[in-house]
């Protein structure tokens, strides 16, 4: 049975994620995409997502949790 790997990195809050900074995603569907954060919404249940826009114009979204701020 494969262990799950786990890291000491604390989730990202919304004083960590702002609009506008560089981020990288380091988990989830998007994994390895890097670019800027655009938007911040808190859902109902607290969850964080942001909206990234890539280099390219790409946008997509993902939980604040899942990126790591540059």
Partial sequence: ???KETTNK???TPASVKDGAKCKV???THKGKSGIVRDINTSKTGQI???V???DGVRF???AR???VD
């Fill in 1 to 3: 049975m494969a262990r």
């Fill in 26 to 28: 380091i988990g989830g």
């Fill in 53 to 55: 826009v890539q280099a």
């Fill in 10 to 12: 604390a989730p990202n």
């Fill in 61 to 63: 979204k993902t939980l």
């Fill in 66 to 68: 899942n990126v790591a």
């Fill in 49 to 51: 997502t942001i909206t």
